[in-house]
T-cell receptor, first 112, second 113 residues
Framework: GQQLNQSPQSMFIQEGEDVSMNCTSSSIFNTWLWYKQDPGEGPVLLIALYKAGELTSNGRLTAQFGITRKDSFLNISASIPSDVGIYFCAGRRGGATNKLIFGTGTLLAVQP | DAGITQSPRYKITETGRQVTLMCHQTWSHSYMFWYRQDLGHGLRLIYYSAAADITDKGEVPDGYVVSRSKTENFPLTLESATRSQTSVYFC????????????FGSGTRLTVV
């Protein structure tokens, strides 16, 4: 089955640094979503994007829907220890189905 | 409590046994999903349901059975558990509008010995 290509696979950074991660696909999507998974919990929705070129922020998080509709980006500014977790992108191709395709995840570790 | 709940949180079972993982949501969401999460594979869809009595296979359905007689419940059954089914299982639900994201449960960690 298809999964989205998400990079990097993991990141180990110092508190206060900015973080960037991205997700790419060979197919066009009409919705991009970003989730965060804390250890031992299920993923939680962070940001949803619905239009090509859209830039949306949620606190220190900013995500963009790529112009080609085949990619999306997530930036975290001034990272803090509670940003630790796995970040997943997810895309929806459209039509009547409500199925999401998930990326393989980016593991973020933040050293205080 | 409102939300989506999974039970049990942890389960150890023996190879060959049947085991059922439960999922219950209180929002009357139309869609429900079962995923498994394994290192290096991210989240893989096992089965999903668009409404009560409507289910369909996902990416990795072999060895699993689902049913959805009521909108709020979506149990996942492993008919004869194998070690390769050791994983963390997540249930999710979503409203019917395709622009909405999913809400996930807290997961069930299943170990097959």
């Amino acid at each position: 089955g298809q999964q989205l290509n998400q990079s990097p696979q993991s990141m180990f950074i110092q508190e206060g640094e900015d973080v960037s991660m991205n997700c790419t696909s060979s197919s066009i999507f009409n919705t991009w979503l970003w989730y965060k998974q804390d250890p031992g919990e299920g993923p939680v929705l962070l940001i949803a994007l619905y239009k090509a070129g859209e830039l949306t922020s949620n606190g220190r998080l900013t995500a963009q829907f790529g112009i080609t509709r085949k990619d999306s980006f997530l930036n975290i500014s001034a990272s803090i220890p509670s940003d630790v977790g796995i970040y997943f992108c997810a895309g929806r191709r459209g039509g009547a189905t409500n199925k999401l395709i998930f990326g393989t995840g980016t593991l973020l570790a933040v050293q205080p | 409590d409102a939300g989506i709940t999974q039970s049990p949180r942890y389960k150890i079972t023996e190879t060959g046994r049947q085991v059922t993982l439960m999922c219950h949501q209180t929002w009357s969401h139309s869609y429900m999903f079962w995923y498994r999460q394994d290192l290096g594979h991210g989240l893989r869809l096992i089965y999903y349901s668009a409404a009560a009595d409507i289910t369909d296979k996902g990416e990795v359905p072999d060895g699993y059975v689902v049913s959805r007689s009521k909108t709020e419940n979506f149990p996942l059954t492993l008919e004869s558990a194998t070690r390769s089914q050791t994983s963390v299982y997540f249930c999710a639900s979503s409203e019917s509008k395709p622009t909405y994201g999913y809400t996930f449960g807290s997961g069930t960690r299943l170990t097959v010995v």
